[in-house]
């Protein structure tokens, strides 16, 4: 049975928007300085992993790739794939293994809150591929 996708119903797009800028934000953001700020993006990766700056470059482009069709509800769903693409492994390679790594009581503490934002926002980023964005331009 092929069943078509329906998007989420919103109720106020307006605020739906601003949901969907605030969301991909932090995405933009990071995205750009992958390429502006190589370099320390480069020394948080586990130096066991080869190819670093050459991951963090694709990282950067799966990231402002996906936020860009968040955003823009265009293919929306897809790119929240994306953004969950990016989230899992940075989460857990980056910020787990410096949770792990960490012996001051306050720093991990910190590393504990980027594991738990990358996990919840991996869940937003998951609701985007099932619900869409809303609208009628999302796929």
């Known amino acids: ?3 078509a ?12 928007l601003a949901g969907r800028l605030l ?9 750009v300085t992958h390429f502006t700020d190589l370099r320390t993006y480069e020394s948080m990766i586990p130096t066991a992993l ?7 470059m694709i990282s950067g482009v799966v ?3 996906g936020a ?13 794939w994306l953004i969950a693409l990016f989230l899992v492994p940075v989460t857990i390679t980056v910020h787990g293994s410096e949770l792990l790594a960490a012996t ?9 809150s980027f594991v738990l934002k990358g996990i919840t926002m991996t869940g937003a980023a998951l609701l985007i591929t099932q619900l ?8």
Request: proline fraction near 5%; aromatic fraction near 10%.
């Open 68 to 80: 860009a069709m968040i955003a823009c509800n265009w293919n929306a769903r897809l790119g929240g």
């Open 104 to 112: 001051d009581p306050v720093m991990q503490r910190i590393q504990t």
């Open 63 to 65: 990231e402002l790739a």
């Open 50 to 56: 080869p190819f670093r700056a050459f991951l963090v």
């Open 1 to 3: 049975m092929n069943e």
């Open 23 to 31: 969301f991909t934000l932090i995405f933009f953001l990071s995205g």
């Open 132 to 139: 869409g964005v809303g609208g009628k331009r999302g796929v």
């Open 5 to 16: 996708r329906r998007e989420a119903v919103v109720a106020q797009p307006s605020v739906a």
